[in-house]
């Protein structure tokens, strides 16, 4: 579904990411953890095209992320959901206008689709909060406001970046649970956290690969994850 | 451009219409450029159109006649001017040919001596006044065979102020024109570096629409439609305020000469209706060009 391959990332003078080699295959659930700074949010912005490889290939859809154009990685991003660490709102929009931008943006008749809306509103449980605007939400509200946005096109791939980052151990629990509901609908997610205890969390409701970076490498985690 | 395309662009989308925040000052300012624009080009476009006018009545009105001037002693005048009127009755492209009475030389001289004048005591030449055919008179044989049997006639075929008097016109009406090119490039100017200053001042939501899947030609019609619309009101109150203008100045008179004359007239009123859809193509043109090209720089 996405596959990196032999991928080196520099930033600056400095080589972040090396030789790094991994695939998604669908239906897979994965976490990627490491240090602050070991290049977990640029891998993953090289999987959903944000940013293009220093050195080696990135195939999303069997389509080489690097020849596509504007319109095309366009369309790439509607078949990967994304949920940033900061969420990245539009501040004057509502939150139920914020959810449906993907649907705005794609064309899709907002009447037609208000029916899933409202469910995937109260899916993520924010129905009360729909009015809101984001600047109002507390850091659990905004995570799963950007996880609701992210896939609300039904997406086969959901990429998050430190979704838990913010919240408390309560809501990071609430996360982890539509994460792996996702998963079990055949969402492929990809995770990014450097919170150890929320993977073993999740490896005990789901089959997960923990993968590790650490100096510029990728490595598959150890028994102790 | 598709038909699809022509009709989000003039029906618009609500939903899409609020992606993009509100601008505030190139709001104002594409607004008032728009405006103040349209109502230049009112006036450049009345100037151009009397100017035009100008110029052709005076090509037509003088183009066919000329004015044959006796210069002679008291007492020959009266022969010279009969003898002139026989040469000119005889010469072939010559439509008539009269002397103007003693009253119509009055008149002409009474702008600067008076009403009163006595003309008797003052050496006026006796003038004839001369309108030619459509094929037209050889001025220069006529001048050749006046100077034998009319020793003191002088044929004026006003050749040589009308030109200067029309090419003067003429320029004006260019001029006029030349304005209104300059007025649109002024405005399409302007509104380049607000709608710059508007994507600029948006690079966030870009990227967030960029992020939710959104193609740059989605993204660049939130600006255009905005731009192209603020354009069509702001010169259509532009244009109002302008024609209320022209319909004001004094109406056309003998005494005011060409200023009361700029105005539109019978179907040159509808010509300034066409500002403020030519002003949104302007702004639909330069918005596009904008947001292509900043689209682009933005990754």
Redesign the interface.
Known sequence: MIELDNIGYNYGDGELLSNVSVELSPGSFHFLTGPSGAGKTTLLKLCYGALSPTSGRVKAFNMDVKGLDRDQMAMLRRRVGVVHQDCRFLDHLSVEENIALPLTVSGKDLSQEEGNLKELMNWVGLSERAHAKPPELSGGERQRAALARAVILSPEVVVADEPTGNVDWEMSQRLLQLLVELNRMGKTILVATHDLALIRAAKNQVQTRVLRISDRRLQLAGADL | MSEGRIRRLVIGDA??D??V?PSGFTAHLTLFVAAAMAFLAVFALALSLASGRLADRWADELARAATLRINAPADQRAAQTQAALTVLEQTPGVASARALSADEQAALLAPWFGAELPLDSLPVPQLIEVLETEAGYDAAGLRLRLQAEVPGAVLDDHSRWRKPLVDAARSLRRLGLFSILLIGGAMAGMITLAANAALAANA??I????????????IAHAFVRRFTLRALIGCGVGVGLGMIGIWLMPSASQEGGFLTGLGFVAWGWLLPLAIPLLGALVAFIATSRAAKNR?GELT
């Open positions: 939903q899409a609020r992606v925040p966030q939501v990227e967030v629409l960029r992020l939710v899947g959104a193609q740059d030609s989605y689209l």
